[in-house]
């Protein structure tokens, strides 16, 4: 007969076996970008790219040798990631930290002022960053926008504006613009950009809405974004697609979920939750792979062209490009 403590130790090995091989057999449909192309001599920017996807995606290019800018709000945490990635990748391609806060037009303007100075060309731009706060915290930008629509949508729609040129000397180049398929819930009020009827509700009630209106429009208006980029740099030698990385153990919805919402999640991050590197193959795909140049105003996710769902409208499209002009410009909340 088999012992009992046999019998305890098993049941619990065999349902991690069962977890683990479950796992494996999800992670058949996330796509891994196999292109290992030597990347040295191109310059590539991240926004974000300390933690969680921008780190990933920084590694696999500086492994590729490529050089790397990590645009980072915290200076510290971009140093930290670099001299971690080196530790692992002594023959690396080279990677440099940068200050860049999307919260600041002032920070931005910066930035890029560094760019002009240091930097020729930027062969890929990849706009990561981004932010998911609670309605009810009612965080804005140093200019006074909601968060979300400030940081996710005219911190890049600003930075990415402003170079341009750089992106232009190196053409054949690529804009990567990350979004997520909560696009498809999004919506775009211009009578209320800044989301003051829902915050004010949220702030009232003590609670937000589980789905969180703020993140989900400003990836509406990523998408928005770099369909009419696409548009307007046609045949300019600058490709620009939109991709969705998956649903990934990130850092990124720190603000919103507490220690016990990991005990709930965990059957759900078992099964469906990619890793931050899982994450990433669709991005370092649309940033290096050569089947994909030529190709723009497209949507990737797992490394493929993905349909949205979502019934876009041309007329949005350039309302949202002439009102982010404005709101750029004129440097003050609706």
């Avoid at 619990?12 to 030597?38: E, F, Q, Y």
């Avoid at 990130?250 to 016990?260: E, I, Q």
Wanted: charged share 25%; aromatic share 8%; glycine share 6%.
């Amino acid at each position: 007969m088999v012992s009992s403590s046999v019998m305890y130790a098993a049941v619990p090995i065999s349902v991690l076996v069962a977890i683990g091989l479950i796992r494996k057999w999800r992670a058949r449909n996330w796509a891994k970008c196999v292109s290992n192309t030597c990347l040295r001599g191109k310059t590539f920017l991240i926004t974000g790219a300390n933690s969680g996807i921008g780190l990933e995606t920084a590694k696999a290019l500086a492994k590729r040798k490529g050089r790397v800018i990590f645009a980072c709000r915290d200076i510290g945490k971009a140093k930290e990631a670099i001299a971690k990635i080196r530790k692992e990748q002594p023959n690396g391609g080279e990677m440099i930290p940068m200050q860049l806060d999307l919260a600041s037009f002032e920070s931005i303007e910066n930035f890029v002022e560094v760019m002009k100075a240091g930097f020729h060309k930027i062969d890929v731009l990849i706009n990561n960053a981004g932010v998911v706060v609670p309605l009810k915290e009612d965080q804005k930008t140093k200019e006074g926008f909601e968060i979300h629509f400030g940081v996710n949508h005219l911190g890049h729609f600003y930075l990415t504006n402003l170079l341009m040129e750089h992106l232009k000397r190196a053409t054949p180049s690529r804009i990567v613009v990350l979004s997520s398929t909560l696009h498809e819930r999004g919506n775009i009020d211009f009578d209320d950009l800044n989301l003051r009827k829902q915050i004010e509700q949220a702030k009232k009630s003590g609670t937000s809405p589980r789905h969180n209106p703020g993140y989900s429009n400003s990836k509406l208006m990523n998408a928005y974004f770099a369909r009419a980029l696409a548009s307007n740099l046609r045949n300019s030698g600058v490709d620009v697609n939109l991709c969705c990385p998956g649903f990934c153990a990130t850092n990124l919805f720190r603000h919103s979920v507490k220690w016990y919402h990991y005990i709930l999640m965990a059957p759900i991050m078992l099964f469906f939750m990619k890793t931050a590197k899982q994450g990433s193959e669709t991005v370092v795909f649309l940033a290096t792979d050569h089947t994909v140049e030529g190709k723009t105003g497209k949507f990737y996710r797992n490394c493929e062209e993905y349909l949205s769902k979502y019934p876009f409208d041309k007329d949005v499209e350039t309302k949202l490009w002439n009102v982010s002009e404005e709101l750029v410009k004129a440097r003050k909340p609706l």
